[in-house]
């Protein structure tokens, strides 16, 4: 299907295929790779330095370096705070149940 059309695109336009052109091909094929590794998820179990220059934080850990714009932290800081917060209430109300759960079964 990709030749065929490469095919057509050819014949109506009279464009064919140089060097160039494949250069170019590569070179974005290059930073599709580079895009798609970036897409991946990194996760972050605990720090080992925080750090702040030139309007970015900077965090250090076992994951590599995490720079943060301090700007779109500063905007986004009201979220994660809330997010956090409410994950660490569900964690607490779940630790609770399983001591409630424990305490009921060694009392039995």
Known sequence: MKEQ?????EDETGFRRHPITDAIKKYFKGLEVEWQEKETQMYIAETHTLSCSNGELY???DFGQLVWNCE?????????????????????????EQIEEITR???I
């Open 5 to 9: 059309l490469i095919k057509f695109i």
């Open 59 to 61: 965090v250090d850990g």
């Open 72 to 96: 779109t932290l500063f905007t986004d800081l009201p979220h994660i705070v809330e997010m956090v917060y409410k994950a660490r209430r569900e964690t607490d109300k779940r630790v609770k």
């Open 105 to 107: 079964l060694i009392t």
